[in-house]
Structures are given as C-alpha cells and as structure tokens.
C-alpha cells in the first residue's frame, strides 16, 4: 500500500513544484484534481504537448499520476442533466490515458434518502451513464470511480456497479463520509471489497467521527485482501500544507507499522 496527495493539498504548486514536494516528504503520487484551478495544468485544456510533458517528467522523476479527481457527477433524476456530464466523462479518459493516471474519480451523490423509489430511479440512471462510457474506458484501459461521497453509502455504490455491468467502472472508497451518517468501516467494507481502487485519506485528532481506529481498520481490511493501491491524502487548502503532509505521512506509517 502506497501513500500519495491531492493537489489540493497544495494548490498553488504547479507541477514541478508538486513532484519536489512529493519527494521532500516521501510520497509516491499524486491525484490531480481538475476544475479548481490549481497550477499542475493537467487539464482539458491543456495541450497535448505539455501533457506528453508532463507524463515525462512524472516517469523521469519516479512519481505516479494516481488519479485523475473531476467533478463529473451523476445524480441527478432527469437524463438530460446526464448527457453533458458523460460527455465530460469522455474527455477525461482521454486526458488520464493521455497522462498516464488510470483512474478518474466521479460522484454520483447526494441521493434520496427516504424515498426507496427515487433513489432506485437516480442509481439506476447513474448506472446508464457509466455504461455508456464502458467501451471507450476499457480502450483506454481507464478506470472509473465512484467516490462514497456525502450520503453515498457503500451498498448504493455498490449497486450502481451492479446495474452499470462494466468492469472499468470501480470504487474509490472514502471511509470518513459514511462514517458521518452512520455505517462503519466493517459494515460498509464487505459490499465494496472487490472494487476499491483507490482511497482519500484524511486524519484530524478532533474529527468526531473518523478516529485512529477507524482508519487502521481500514489498512487492515485491504492489507489481507492485497491491496496494492493508493492511500491519497485529501485535505482542501490547508493553511499549512507542509503540516499536513507531515501529519499524514507519519499516521500512514503508524498504520502500516501496526500492521507488522
């Protein structure tokens, strides 16, 4: 198991200065977050000669792309909200092959919690819309993700996978989000256990809800299933970014220490 970083931990570091940092405190990735304007200029915007540079100059320095995190998103009940968000989804495939991170992370929350039914109906159109990028994603050799974000529980994420049928489409498993409303790390595991890909990483001593066990809890459900991935940490415009990955570099290590 690995550990690398949001851009958002650094916003203001464009490229080189992400891989230096990357180096300065032993991470082995980065997760690109698109939209936001950060500074790393993985982009749909961008052209295809700074991104066949920056894949260079990624492999040249040992760091992977881990991750491409977008805000495509697939919740919404009317179908025509869906076309331009597939659309988008398209491109960035293209972009993450172009880059050489191999997945691309998505929402499909919030969802109706009450109404069994209209949630039924928004999962079940998130799961179209997946499909419907399944063949150009298997070309790729992309995998997209469904992030278990706000009340996206880990059995509806699961679902969506079920109906949506495409091995490319995967999970990318944030404990702390259905820790908050309620299902734990060992509930929610067992649904998603052959899919998660790729992990947010988030540790806050006054975090009511996510604590140290939980989070080593997780480090030892994928530790005996093998997993191989990424620990990406995810902390948005920290004030002290040097703090932050100093903090998570040492907790990853304690959890993966206590694993031994």
């Excluded at 540079?53 to 881990?66: M, S, V, Y």
């Excluded at 869906?82 to 929350?109: C, M, N, W």
């Excluded at 799961?127 to 997209?144: F, R, T």
Aim: charged share 25%.
């Amino acid at each position: 198991m690995k550990l690398g970083f949001m851009s958002s931990v650094c916003p203001k570091q464009n490229l080189a200065e992400l891989i230096a940092t990357a180096h300065q405190h032993g991470y082995l990735g980065i997760e690109f977050r698109t939209e936001w304007n950060h500074l790393h200029g993985i982009e749909l915007t961008a052209g295809k000669a700074d991104l066949k540079a920056a894949r260079k100059l990624l492999a040249a320095e040992g760091i992977a792309a881990t991750s491409l995190a977008t805000g495509v998103k697939f919740n919404s009940p009317d179908r025509a909200e869906h076309l331009p968000q597939r659309e988008a989804l398209h491109k960035y495939i293209a972009l993450a092959a172009e880059v050489g991170a191999p997945y691309i992370r998505t929402f499909s929350d919030s969802v109706p919690e009450d109404d069994v039914q209209a949630r039924e109906a928004v999962l079940a159109l998130a799961a179209e819309s997946y499909a419907s990028v399944c063949e150009w994603a298997k070309q790729h050799g992309i995998e997209v993700l469904v992030e278990t974000h706000t009340n996206m529980r880990a059995h509806w994420a699961k679902h969506i996978l079920d109906l949506a049928q495409c091995p490319n489409i995967q999970v990318l498993w944030h404990i702390g989000h259905h820790l908050r409303r309620g299902q734990s790390v060992d509930e929610a595991y067992p649904y998603i256990r052959a899919n998660v890909r790729h992990l947010h990483f988030h540790v806050k001593a006054d975090d009511p809800y996510t604590t140290d066990a939980d989070n080593l809890r997780s480090f030892q459900l994928l530790a005996a299933d093998g997993y191989k991935g990424y620990f990406s940490v995810e902390d948005i415009n920290p004030p002290d970014s040097e703090a932050t990955l100093r903090h998570h570099k040492a907790k990853f290590d304690e959890f993966m220490q206590a694993l031994r």
